[in-house]
């Protein structure tokens, strides 16, 4: 799991290091050349050299992106039934690409640029109406952190490099 300074849980954990920790914390997740496997490795590998209140922050920080993450899967789950199966069929790909540790995000991005850009219209519109539910577009649904970039035409999740690219990401 890859993350980037810049989101509000980030610069809590990032303010906890000293100026050497931080440059070699952003050199881990600044590397776009890096699979998602070998950034985790590496963060979990600088990790063991910090101090425990560090270590402490970073694993309540990923533990919190992961509940996160969990919590968007599941709403897309819940919605899938609802879905033609045209639409079930790309979500399917969509997660793939996402699980899939051996790509970079960069890589992981370009994948699902392709699947939202070859996607018939009907799947593009259902798509969207999962990025309406998952950014809070019904009262009691998930909530996404973040906010609606007019320019990109896209909603951003600032906090997270593993949300670049992601479904809240291809859907728009």
């Known amino acids: 799991m890859m993350f980037k300074d810049g989101g509000g849980m980030d610069k809590k954990f990032v303010k906890t290091l000293d100026k050497e920790a931080k440059e070699k914390y952003l050199a881990i997740v600044k590397n776009k050349n890096l699979t998602k496997a070998q950034a985790e490795t590496q963060l979990d590998a600088f990790v063991q050299t910090l101090t425990p209140e560090q270590k402490e922050k970073y694993n309540a920080m990923k533990e919190s992106r992961q509940e996160h993450m969990n919590k968007l899967k599941a709403k897309v789950a819940e919605m899938m039934p609802t879905f033609s199966q045209?639409?079930?069929?790309?979500?399917?790909?969509?997660?793939?690409?996402?699980?899939?540790?051996?790509?970079?995000?960069?890589e992981t991005r370009e994948r699902l640029q392709q699947i939202r850009k070859t996607s018939p219209k009907e799947t593009q519109n259902e798509l969207r109406k999962i990025f309406r539910s998952l950014k809070?577009?019904?009262?009691?649904?998930?909530?996404?952190?973040?906010?609606?970039d007019a320019q990109k035409n896209k909603f951003e999740v600032p906090f997270n490099n593993?949300?670049?690219?992601?479904?809240?990401?291809?859907?728009?």
Do not use: H, M, P, Y
């Open 162 to 172: 593993e949300f670049e690219g992601t479904i809240v990401d291809t859907v728009v």
């Open 86 to 106: 045209q639409t079930q069929k790309v979500i399917r790909e969509i997660e793939a690409i996402l699980d899939d540790k051996n790509l970079t995000c960069a």
């Open 136 to 148: 809070g577009g019904k009262k009691g649904s998930a909530q996404v952190e973040g906010r609606f």
